[in-house]
């Protein structure tokens, strides 16, 4: 079965440093990734996917994210943190491999929720 | 284009009173779906659309009906809503249905709360 998880619920970090927002994940098949950011009272919005090639995709606002296959890891970085990019973080994963006719259900982490201090 | 809307914003309902949330798409996404979001567990699927027609369960889905008449539109009925349906729901759509490539966008969101 899919599963996504993402190991803290909070991070906390300064502004002007850098930022790192973990997800490891369990797929049978080829894992399709994806990092989503929600604001407060708002709906989720996509920030960037890796579906296959360079393990390193980069995104919308300056993020980044590595893909790690021995380590089925897909962490979300940002070389230098804004206040503004204060929000909670999801991490998901679908697959190739076809459930029950429809292979683009995702399967979404518990949410991180960073925030960043001026 | 409007993208991903979804009403009504905020809805209060009574025990086992029944509504449809509504929402609509003008991308002409062949995929659509529902979630809902509670607090430390996620998004998670309630039921999704592959196209006009054509409609099945996600991990979450009792209490909960779909239909998909055309390709815009998605509605979600509570037939009968229970305090455990107290949630934030989204809705979403994307570009294909096939082999989970697209991103999903996402509808502002619909706050319930049953008393």
């Known amino acids: 079965a899919q599963s996504v998880a993402q190991p803290e619920d909070q991070v906390n970090v300064a502004e002007g440093n850098p930022l790192t927002v973990k997800c490891t994940y369990s797929v049978s098949g080829n894992p399709y990734l994806f990092w989503y950011v929600q604001y407060p009272n708002r709906g989720l919005q996509f920030l960037l996917k890796?579906?296959?090639?360079?393990?390193l995709v980069k995104g919308s606002y300056g993020f980044e994210a590595e893909f790690n296959k021995s380590q089925t890891s897909f962490h979300l970085k940002k070389p230098s943190a804004l206040v503004s990019d204060s929000a909670l973080y999801f991490c998901a994963v679908s697959s190739g491999v076809n459930y029950g006719g429809a292979t683009n259900k995702l399967i979404f982490g518990t949410g991180t929720l960073l925030a960043v201090q001026p | 284009n409007a993208g991903v809307t979804q009403t009504p914003k905020f809805q209060v309902l009574k025990t086992g009173q029944s509504m449809t949330l509504q929402c609509a798409q003008d991308?002409?996404?062949?995929?659509m779906s529902w979630y809902r979001q509670d607090p430390g567990m996620g998004l998670r699927l309630i039921h999704y659309s592959v196209g006009a027609g054509i409609t099945d369960q996600g991990e979450v889905p009792n209490g909960y009906n779909v239909s998909r008449s055309t390709t815009e539109d998605f509605p979600l009925r509570l037939l009968s809503a229970a305090p455990s349906q107290t949630s934030v729901y989204f809705c979403?759509?994307?570009?294909?249905?096939?082999?989970?490539?697209?991103?999903?966008?996402f509808g502002p969101g619909t706050r319930l709360t049953v008393t």
């Open positions: 979403a759509s994307s570009y294909s249905a096939g082999r989970g490539l697209y991103e999903q966008y």
């Open positions: 890796y579906i296959t090639g360079d393990n």
């Open positions: 991308m002409n996404h062949e995929y």
